[in-house]
């Protein structure tokens, strides 16, 4: 991976850190600040101090990127029994830049109704 495309990562991750913090989860942090282990199981954000905070109830794994993801196999691979969530920014590139096209939020339709349910 090139290094424009890891701290693209890297700060994407932190992004989705901070909306995380703005919609009532001031305890989010990532995975590579806090724990080896949670980021080997492909998940990039947790709560500090779990014990006392308690766990997030989201494996997320954020990703910026320019070309497709394979939704199914990215889900798949985070080894969790939480709800999955892949938060992705699709970018497109204009010359030298890249700009983003748009921001999602991608989960299986069986967590999607676990997060509705009244």
Known sequence: MSSRNRTAG???EGYCKRLFHDHGYPHVVTTRSESRSRDAKKIDLMNKEEVVNGQL???TQCKSYARKIDYPELLESI???LIKVIMHRFT???GTRFF???EYAILRLED???LIKK
Do not use: E, M, R, V
Request: aromatic share 22%; no cysteine; net charge positive.
């Open 92 to 94: 497109q590139k204009k």
């Open 57 to 59: 109830p989201f494996a």
């Open 10 to 12: 890297h700060s994407f």
């Open 79 to 81: 080894d969790s029994n």
């Open 100 to 102: 983003t096209q748009g």
């Open 112 to 114: 999607f109704f676990k």
